[in-house]
């Protein structure tokens, strides 16, 4: 029996019939006229690097202002198999989320608020977890080890990363944040009057930041902010805070115990400059080498008391729904971020607690679960690798023989055409992984099509990214994150974060609308084409 479609009724009253309140609103809020999601900050908010001004301002173009290029004799690419999307592959949930979620939907104390930032028994499974880590348990010199007051839950570590930014930070301050990055959390920053500034990760330091620079940037801003605003706040604004995402969103490179003097050497200026470390841990359970996971700074007992580490369902754990996360913070943070939830939304739901809960405890019976979970996990991850580094080289690119045969078969399942199965399998021409970004780590790639620049589609020479991306969505419906959406510093390449845990039919989709539309680009225009 087939299910009837519920009709969506898309749109909104004509502005004739809005209230003298509302219209009111709208002269002071314009942008709420334009019936999409406004990334940028308020007017009166001046982004200090202008590359950030740039995220938000791609996040209209890939969102939004791109369907204007659309073509109807295209099939649409839903949001799920979209390669600009951020979802992880498709798979079943870590059980022991499950089982706590349903568990809880039992429970006769659901008819009662739940705590603030999650009960104190929730919050010590998670102090027991991050012990188990490697995170301080005793006092010490430098802290007096973790405990409840350190931990709290959170709806998502983007959510927690503002509400952080609305306890540490003033207005004016300062968060210095690695390009590239995840654009999101740098609009997040400014939209919040807080400004942020970037350090360019360079590709002979492995896309690793350098103390050094560090150093020197956190001085130049302290400087800068001091003679700009000398006698004109009743504070000085200061740089507040760098954001380090280890595992690298995009790029997907670990900083792990390998690294580190290197993690020594960034706790060591961030604590000498007084400025705190967000430590975002989202990927950590994505990392390749089990072996060999992103090692979390506030498990150095001297950088504890200067790190605020994010944690999450989001990206491994096959929750993204959930919308589910956990703090680790100092204690007066700790407070500062309680009073926020509070006024915000009274306390965090209790099935994000409980689903967290289930991943993160430290009992061995998580452990065995986790193991086992990730041993099957990640080959699916690798294998989405392997099929995207053959879609783009070709297939002799794949050196074992069992993978180079389920690419094939996977290929042929897409599209039993012997001519179209040819040309998927050689790979596209002038299109490469960006040397030194093969990720160690998460779901994306940085795809560089630089080699395109400067041909033609429909007599249109493509001269920017954007004008690639008009092309590839004219002619495939292929969405994708540009450069400038998460501030890649080489300003001359063109490149894409690609998303390649989308299901293996939409990744091969939508690399063979790409193949064919960069064998159709032309050296030399054609006047009878229009875009």
Known sequence: ???????????????????????????????????????????????????????????????????????????????????????????????????????TC???????????????????????????EGFPKEDNTYCNGINVHNVAFASSTTQAFGMILKVIARKHDVIIIPAPTYGIFAGIAEKLGVTCETIDLKE?????????????????????????????????????????????????NVMTKDNLSLIKEIGDVCLEKSVFIIDDL????????????????????????????????????????????????????????????????????????????????????????????FKKLIPKYL???????????????????????????????????YDTIEEILAGIKGVEIRKNTYPQSGFFIIVDFTALKGKYYKGEKIQSEYDLLKAMFNYGKVRYLMGENFIWPYKDEFVARVNFAVSKKALIHNFYQINCLVRMLKDEPNKKDNL
Request: glycine share 4%.
């Open 1 to 103: 029996m087939n299910k009837k479609k519920t009709n969506i009724v898309y749109g909104s009253e004509s502005k004739e019939k809005y209230s003298s309140a509302l219209k009111d609103l709208l002269t002071y809020y314009e942008e709420l006229d334009e019936e999409k999601i406004i990334m940028a900050p308020k007017k009166e908010h001046k982004c200090f690097d202008k590359r950030v001004q740039k995220v938000m301002d791609g996040y209209d173009l890939v969102n939004f202002e791109i369907d204007k290029y659309a073509s109807k004799d295209v099939p649409e690419i839903y949001s799920q198999d979209s390669l600009n999307n951020g979802n992880p592959l498709r798979y079943r949930p870590f059980p022991s989320c499950l089982f706590r979620i349903i568990r």
């Open 106 to 132: 039992f429970s006769r104390s659901l008819n009662c608020y739940p705590s603030t930032v999650g009960s104190s028994r929730a919050r010590q499974d998670l102090v027991n977890y991050l012990i188990k």
């Open 204 to 252: 002979e330091n492995n896309f690793f930041i350098n103390p050094k620079e560090l150093n020197e940037k956190i001085t130049s801003i302290n400087e800068q902010l001091k003679k700009d605003y000398q006698n004109l706040l009743d504070y000085v604004p200061k740089c507040v805070a760098y954001l380090n995402i280890n595992p690298h969103n995009p790029i997907g």
């Open 282 to 373: 989202i990927y950590r359970d994505l990392t390749f080498d089990r072996n060999n996971l992103a090692f979390p700074i506030a498990s150095i007992p001297k950088y504890f008391n200067n790190t605020i580490s994010l944690f999450g369902l989001s990206k491994a754990f096959g929750l993204a729904g959930f919308r589910a996360g956990f703090i680790v913070m100092p204690t007066p943070i700790f407070w500062g971020y309680a009073t926020e939830i509070f006024d915000l939304m009274d306390s965090v739901p209790v099935l994000q607690v409980e689903a967290v809960r289930g991943a993160f405890n430290g009992s061995a019976k998580r452990y065995k679960k986790y193991d086992k979970y």
């Open 383 to 417: 294998y989405q690798l392997d099929l995207v580094t053959a879609l783009i080289y070709g297939i002799n690119s794949i050196k074992n023989e069992k993978t180079k045969q389920k690419i094939i078969k996977d290929i042929a399942k897409y599209n039993d055409n």
